[in-house]
């Protein structure tokens, strides 16, 4: 039997800084209800966006777009791991184990529904935008394995040169954007991916080691710097993807989403004295606990379980009113609860894929094994967030960057990456 979470948060040492854990629940919890809030299904079953139907609620994205501070927390954690494993292969698997498990299990849960559903003709309406949509939050597991495989790299040149090494990496956004808006340079916007995330990511390392010391002066740089750019520049004002959108300021992201990024990480040092103090009481920590034993699996399948209360309500008859219109926010909060128990339910089936299992032992082989295998799963990874589950016989691509990829070849990827992973970690002397 495992430790329950009141026993973990009960050993919790005194020196664990239990605000960056809160971050983390915090930051995932509000990108789920954000989830559910803007997917507006019409009674058709379309699927739209809330703020292309309401764009007046796009300014709430600056302060509701929190990925970035998950990535921040993500540096954070990912400094005081590797300085704890400095070997790589070991590293790799002590971090990725309970990232890499959950999700290949939702890959095969779905990629055999979908199966299933294409051969028995079942994969029209909402069920085929379902097969279409749940792998697009797998974007975030594709982006967070690149930082933790370019987290020892970077960390050096962090220890180096420290905010240094972040201004390098915002550089690299600044010149990406201007080769893209000014000189229309094809395909250089995706370099962003990495300049701008892996910055983002470079900000946990500062504070690991105490150098966000004017949090006040970055929130403020940040939010003055994306309202310059989105005022003057050719970036729109939703720090979230909207549908049909010319330029994006996410997929690929841009320098305004790392200003935005800036503000928010500020805005979370700010308020550093009351989240630790609010953390530290007995009820909440172990909520906290608890939440993070769960977290990932929670988020692979929360979407899975809002547009299945969707289909149930579609299923049973019962009326759709059009989105965003008074009767439609009337029924937010039932539908929040559904979605919520339903995804309560596929925790308590799939949570035992995200448990922790015992570390293997420490070695110096293994890193080149490791780094071929993180890089087909995030390729893997991202390549089903775009490509999706629907048209799985048909030969259905998307692309990737430049190349076209089908969802068996992304799944394929996935499944040898980590695979790859897990050898390398136990790849010692014989």
């Known amino acids: 039997m495992g430790i329950s979470a009141r026993e973990l948060a009960a050993a919790t040492p005194a020196s664990r800084d239990r605000y960056v854990d809160l971050l983390r629940v915090a930051s995932l919890a509000v990108v789920v209800l954000g989830h559910w809030l803007m997917a507006a299904v019409t009674a058709d079953g379309q699927v739209g966006n809330l703020l292309a139907v309401v764009p007046g609620l796009q300014p709430a994205t600056w302060a509701f777009q929190v990925m970035p501070v998950f990535f921040f927390v993500g540096g954070f954690a990912h400094a005081l791991a590797h300085r704890s494993r400095p070997r790589y292969a070991d590293f790799l698997r002590a971090r990725l184990q309970r990232l890499l498990r959950p999700t290949m299990v939702f890959v095969g849960v779905w990629g055999a529904a979908a199966l299933l559903l294409q051969l028995s003709g079942a994969d029209g309406g909402l069920t085929g935008v379902a097969l279409r949509l749940v792998t697009q939050p797998l974007w975030f597991i594709g982006i967070y394995l690149a930082m933790v495989a370019f987290t020892p790299p970077l960390l050096r040149l962090h220890e180096r040169w420290g905010w240094g090494a972040f201004a390098a990496l915002a550089g690299g956004a600044v010149a990406v954007d201007a080769l893209r808006f000014a000189a229309g340079v094809p395909f250089v916007e995706f370099l962003n991916f990495a300049f701008v995330w892996l910055a983002v990511h470079q900000l946990g390392f500062l504070r690991a080691d105490g150098m966000i010391r004017r949090p006040a002066v970055l929130a403020a740089g940040g939010l003055a710097g994306a309202t310059a750019l989105v005022a003057l520049g050719p970036y ?120 922790p299992v015992p570390a293997a032992p420490a070695t110096d082989r293994g890193g080149p094994l490791a780094a071929v295998g993180i890089t087909l799963a995030l390729l893997g990874v991202l390549g089903l967030s775009l490509t999706g589950f629907a048209g799985l016989l048909d030969g259905h691509s998307a692309t990737l960057v430049a190349v076209p990829l089908t969802a068996p070849a992304a799944v394929a990827l996935a499944l040898a990456g980590w695979l790859l992973v897990e050898r390398a970690g136990r790849a010692g002397p014989r």
């Open 236 to 355: 729109p004002l939703s720090m979230v993807g909207m549908p049909g959108e010319k330029v994006s300021n996410m997929a690929p992201p841009t320098l305004a989403l790392l200003c935005h990024a800036l503000w928010l990480v500020g805005a979370v040092e700010l308020l550093k004295g009351p989240g630790t103090r609010f953390a530290a009481r007995a009820g909440v920590w172990r909520a906290v606990v608890a939440a993070n034993g769960i977290a990932m699996t929670a988020f692979l399948w929360h979407l899975t379980a809002m547009l299945g209360v969707y289909g149930a309500l579609l299923g049973l008859g019962a009326e759709l009113p059009p989105p965003a219109t008074g009767a439609w926010w009337a029924q937010v909060p039932l539908r929040f609860a559904a979605a919520g128990l339903l995804t309560a339910l596929l925790v308590a089936v799939f949570r035992r894929f995200e448990a």
